[in-house]
Nanobody, 115 residues
């Protein structure tokens, strides 16, 4: 059974940092494409950061230079380090894995950036 469990969300002031974690089971993240997505109220879900099985990364323009995606293969966990957070980063953040025709989502973790 595949499970992706996000954690690390919360309330942070503008300019602050958070690190999200996506703990996985039932998949091998080093063989999968992994991504972090977010969805703000009233908006569509959007890709924030992605990492290929080979370790190549890609970021949405809105987070380049502020967010970093990484993984720990031994722990089968993917991370999203978020720095210099802005109110517009407020959203539910989701982790997704994809391997060929199979994709799995986590349940999401809320990130709120507010003073």
């Amino acid at each position: 059974q595949v499970q992706l469990v996000e954690s690390g969300g919360g309330l942070v002031q503008p300019g602050g940092s958070l690190r999200l974690s996506c703990a996985t089971s039932g998949i091998i993240i080093s063989m999968s494409s992994m991504g972090w997505y977010r969805q703000a109220p009233g908006k569509e879900r959007e890709l924030v950061a992605a990492m290929s099985s080979g370790g190549m990364t890609d970021y949405a323009d809105s987070v380049k230079g502020r967010f970093t995606i990484s993984r720990d293969n031994a722990k089968n966990t993917v991370y999203l380090q978020m720095n210099s957070l802005k109110p517009e980063d407020t959203a539910v953040y989701y982790c997704k894995s994809r391997l060929r025709d199979y994709q799995y989502w986590g349940q999401g973790t809320q990130v709120t950036v507010s003073s």
